[in-house]
């Protein structure tokens, strides 16, 4: 999902009530980045509170290469690294992830048993969109959070639905509904289910006691515009890049009776500091015996603070822009190759911006190119070099990357070997199914990651 | 000013909270049109309720050209042509206008007497952006409501403040508040002017029998970013141009005790329609003698009708573009010249969508490019012309177009001959101000417009 797509982030068709009362009732960060451009990393970010080059959800097969959890990856989530769930734990939290942990794939699992296979007994009918998934994923989530507050548990549930991610869809009372096509279908089902999950909330009367928080891990998809594709409204290009249409997120936090209605915060936000919010929220210290990346957001969010902080923005093993404050400095540019542009693999359709949007790596180190994002929210106009504002940037900016650069201790990247024979053939449950499959011979081999 | 220059449009900055409260007590027009990609005709069409190609606000020295009011154009608003304000009169309405006419110009009127010129009573810092003005069309307006409201006269103010035309302007308190620079000063500046007046009429009590439109003459000039320019969200491209960039608006009707409040209505609308809305509201007739090309939105506002109605786009003598529901049929697409454009004058700055931000002017009359702006809103993707999609779009378009042209008598071209003999050297009142100037000798000759 981008930026773009909620009516409360301006998009013209305004089909998001739920999200839209959620923001009026709560507080919505219009600078809020994911970790990076794509899923899986993003996502490991979330439940590590730590950057993918610190745990590990990257690649060194070549440079700047986006690379995500295909099944056949061979790496994973280091068992170093400190999830979330687990710490909650501690403080008596049951935690419940529904819904997309990769990309669309084979085994489907209900707990830790395998329920059937996506196409087969979860099927997207690729033709008309239709598939119940989201209607499955809301009802594990009313379920879960009714049964937690039956047994009076403190819960973290981490619901990640995924009708907008290509091939996206959405169940027949939704379909056709939408102004924006298919696209929009899913947007208004996963704004229907967030209204249905706030409205248990309410109904269970424990609105008080639950923090909710609403974001993506990456922007729309702009390759598969218009017809599976959404908005990352008026910024550059979308995910796999590093322009702000790829990394800027909308998010919403929402906790009636703590947080004051109808807020924005200009605070840097980041997916990263849900872990540690979630923390805090939970009266946890986070570790301390590794960088943490996530800030406690709760200051910004009760109180109003402001905490001046860096965005970083990574492709694979490579730091490709920075924003501090209202400014961005890119120290590399690239979308894809022109092998794949030529192709049509376009990850900014309708956008050229001279210099920036490049199909070749462009290095900036030494002389980054920079943005100032409140009057150029597209990214369209460089500071010139020789402006003594661009000076006072590059001034703030370079101890702050020097001292990330230094202090950076990079994870094993996990992403660098692939193996058919890893993927799921014989999940647990496979046999009362009648579903496993026979594993083919192991042969490891390095990733391809285009870009 | 731009769709995209509000919160409540998505601007990040979120820096109009007063036009955001507007819209939250009010009702949003997310598909609102002004009725040309520039000034002068835009507002034409809204005191004359036709299209500029009806009313003579437009040239044919060249085709597709825009034309507008510099002060040594010949042309006007025809005498046949029946002006709001004089209609409005009948019915008992006092009338006023305050700010901007055509281009920022040298003489200055309060009423009908010059007052000082524009840049020498009335000065814009160049350096620093700072102007007073927007606190002199605020006093104006308010002392003027205060004053009908006393005589209890009905009255229709057409309050039309310039700050985000370049060079853009903000009083002190204003300057460098924004996060947006020197454009977002003056948005600011606007904003809380808005603001003003409409705690002005809450104070006095007649909110219930005033209703107050606010919207915008043409879309942010994009030429003039990002020091000088706005943002037109996800739109296509900005003033000068018949993409959805240059005439899509930001539009927001407020009347509490009649509309809804929080509404967002997917009507069609355009500038020309608060002609025939205002007269609506009066208890007038809209005039029967020709054609009227407003709509009498309160259907729209009061019961949330919506009418299937067209959207014109011309740029000069041409019919550019057509939106009809959710499809727009573009008939010629331009941009500017290929010789502009070298120059760096550039009205889509950092986009283009191959065969559609053309230089050249390319004829589409035959086989329309078509997009569907509600799955694609920044017209990147044509609808192939093999697609059942299309053909069925055509066959609903084609007549509605056909109709448009068979009908239409054009008038006068107004804006072909310039002389600058005829620039007010002596407007009324400036013997007083020991300001009046010798005219030049009368040399008519044909206007020149570039694009």
């Known amino acids: 999902m981008g930026w773009g797509d909620l009516g409360v982030y301006g998009e013209p068709s305004r089909e998001t009530p739920n999200l839209d009362r959620m923001a009026a009732e709560g507080m919505l960060f219009p600078n809020f980045y994911t970790a990076n451009p794509l899923c899986s990393p993003s996502r490991a970010a979330l439940l590590t509170g730590r950057l993918p080059i610190r745990n590990g959800f990257y690649t060194t097969n070549g440079q700047a290469r986006n690379a995500y959890t295909p099944q056949e990856v061979v790496g994973g989530i280091p068992d170093t690294e400190l999830l979330l769930p687990k710490l909650l734990k501690k403080a008596g939290y049951v935690s419940k992830i529904v819904g997309k942990w990769a990309r669309p794939n084979i085994p489907v699992y209900r707990d830790w048993e395998m329920v059937g296979r996506f196409y087969e007994e979860f099927p997207i009918d690729l033709k008309t969109g239709e598939a119940n998934l989201t209607q499955i994923y809301l009802q594990e989530a009313l379920d879960f959070i009714k049964r937690q507050q039956a047994a009076q548990r403190p819960f973290f549930l981490y619901w990640a639905i995924d009708a907008t991610h290509a091939p996206v869809y959405a169940s027949k009372p939704f379909l056709g509904t939408s102004q924006r096509g298919r696209y929009g279908d899913a947007v208004r089902e996963i704004d229907d289910s967030v209204g249905k999950i706030l409205t248990l909330l309410q109904d269970l009367k424990i609105t008080k006691d639950t923090f909710v928080f609403f974001t993506s891990d990456n922007g729309a998809a702009l390759i598969s515009a218009p017809k599976q594709g959404g908005s990352n409204g008026p910024f550059l290009c979308g995910k796999q890049t ?68 860096p965005i970083f923005y990574y492709r694979g093993n490579t730091l490709m822009a920075v924003t501090l ?51 150029d929210p597209g990214e369209k106009y460089p500071l010139s070099f020789a402006s003594t504002e661009y000076l006072d940037v590059l001034r703030r900016i370079t101890p702050v990357v020097q001292q990330h650069q230094e202090a950076l201790v990079p994870g094993q990247p996990q992403l660098n070997v692939c193996n058919q024979a890893v993927m799921n053939w014989t999940p647990p449950g496979c046999e009362k199914l009648g579903k496993c499959l026979t594993p083919p011979e192991s042969v490891p081999k390095k990733c391809f990651w285009p870009h």
Chains 1, 2 share one sequence.
Request: proline residues 6%; hydrophobic residues 35%; glycine residues 10%.
């Open 242 to 309: 590093t322009f702000e249409g790829g990394m800027r997120e909308p998010a919403i936090v929402w906790w009636p009776g703590h947080i004051a209605t109808g807020q924005v915060s200009h605070q840097l936000g980041s997916i990263m500091d849900l872990f540690t919010t979630s923390l805090s929220l939970a009266g946890l210290e986070p570790p301390s015996d590794r960088v943490i990346d996530g800030l406690d957001l709760l200051p910004s969010m009760l109180q109003g603070q402001l905490v001046d902080r």
């Open 325 to 375: 404050g209202q400014y961005k400095a890119h120290f590399w540019t690239w979308t894809n190759s022109w092998e794949e542009f030529k192709q049509g693999i376009d990850f900014c359709p309708g956008q050229n911006v001279s210099g920036v949007t490049t199909h070749t790596q462009e290095e900036h180190t030494k002389l980054p190119l920079v943005f100032h994002l409140g009057r």
